[in-house]
């Protein structure tokens, strides 16, 4: 590279269904030439936008820098082609590697296998060279190369994040089926909501949604709490530029705002309660958030109009008709305490779903893990007739 101003092609790795709520995050910090693929957006910048990419965009999991493609028939091919490559670019004998393997092929079976052969060609390299080789560290290596093969296609790229950036540092203790940090910050952004009026998760668990939320409203960097970045250990290629870090950290410090909105989280749990109230305060955001101890059908957000999103449980562990008895339940929920509200669900299973007694007005297809998952939103419109019905029966 020749210096920090130029720019480089990169490519942020998200979640599918995401893809344009990345690729608006990214064109807001600067990027250019943003372009949407499957669970991931390619885009250019110099590394100031890298910096900022890891720092600030709440819905990647990664920022790569791409370096090399090529074809390759056989293993064989595959080691030769990488040990053809000048590795004393990005690293040195003394320094650590780290390799990250994603196969779409019928050539390879094995990830772990591939991530054996490339490293044995880049320290064979070195090796041949300067009669001694970098060592490998999976934790914090000087650089972690991410190897992604598609048919016979081969790409490189250096992680700049280092390790997933979902791991957002602030939950330090979470329940049975934690909610992916950059899944819940997508959620609320798809969401629409505005940061300003109540946000309600009513079956909140650890608090990740809320916490997601609050920090969208304060304008927070979703890594402001992370220890470190990949691009921290960098000596070589984009060598790592500590005044630029600190001024873009700085800068990202000065714009977290004030703000008075209030979001109410509801876990019946007393563990769980007493972990959501830790990450909370872990995050710094515990003026923001309030959290009651109880069930979700006892909780009563503020009147007039709002957000809430839940996560229930999706019925892995739960009788057939236990689960259907829970969503009918949510669906009574929202009819008889969040009217004027944007009521939205994300759950993998379809057949509960319909449970919920109320014709949604939106669907979007995302995935939570391996689950194929629909976010639902239920507007609840004051003055519909089921609310009318609802409420003539209290009276």
């Known amino acids: 590279m020749n210096g920090i101003s130029e720019n480089f092609k990169m490519v942020a790795k998200t979640i599918f269904g995401l893809e344009e709520i990345c690729a608006t995050e990214l064109r807001k910090m600067g990027a250019e030439n943003v372009e949407i693929h499957n669970r991931a957006v390619s885009f250019e910048g110099n590394i100031g936008v890298m910096y900022k990419a890891n720092l600030m965009v709440r819905t990647a999991l990664r920022i790569l820098v791409p370096i090399h493609k090529f074809t390759v028939a056989n293993e064989q091919e595959l080691y030769d082609k990488i040990k053809a490559i000048d590795w004393n670019t990005y690293l040195g004998p003394d320094d650590t590697i780290g390799i990250d393997t994603a196969l779409n092929t019928e050539l390879f079976n094995h990830s772990q296998f591939i991530s054996q052969k490339a490293k044995d060609a880049i320290v064979d390299q070195f090796r041949e060279k300067h009669g001694r080789r970098p060592s490998v560290d999976l934790d914090r290596p000087t650089i972690r190369l991410n190897i992604h093969i598609y048919n016979d296609v081969v790409s490189l790229a250096l992680d700049s994040s280092g390790e997933s950036l979902h791991k957002r540092s602030y939950r330090a203790k979470t329940n049975l089926a934690p909610i992916n940090e950059v899944l819940a910050a997508g959620l609320v952004l798809l969401s629409g909501w505005d940061g300003r009026k109540p946000f309600v998760d009513p079956m909140c668990g650890s608090a990740t949604i809320l916490i997601e939320a609050a920090m969208i409203a304060a304008d927070i960097p979703c890594g402001i709490h992370r220890e470190w970045f990949g691009f921290e250990k ?72 709002g957000t809430c999103i839940m996560n229930p449980p999706y ?22 305490n969040y009217t004027g509200y944007d009521c939205w669900l994300i759950s993998s299973n379809m057949e509960a779903l319909k449970s919920i007694g109320l014709r949604p007005s939106r669907k979007l297809t995302l995935y939570n893990g391996q689950l194929e998952c629909r976010f639902m939103k239920y507007a609840m419109y004051p003055g519909t007739k089921k609310v009318h019905k609802l409420q003539g029966a209290q009276e």
């Open 315 to 336: 019925g892995e562990r739960m009788d057939k008709d236990d689960i259907d008895a829970l969503y009918k339940s949510i669906g009574d929920a929202f009819k008889a």
């Open 234 to 305: 960098w000596q070589s290629f984009l060598p790592y530029d500590a005044e630029l870090w600190k001024t873009i950290h700085t800068k990202a410090i000065e714009r977290i705002s004030s703000t008075d909105v209030k979001l109410f989280g509801c876990e019946i749990s007393p563990n769980v309660a007493r972990m959501a109230k830790e990450n909370i305060k872990w995050a710094k955001v515990e003026d923001m958030i309030t959290i009651i101890k109880g069930d979700f059908r006892d909780l009563m957000p503020p009147e007039g109009s």
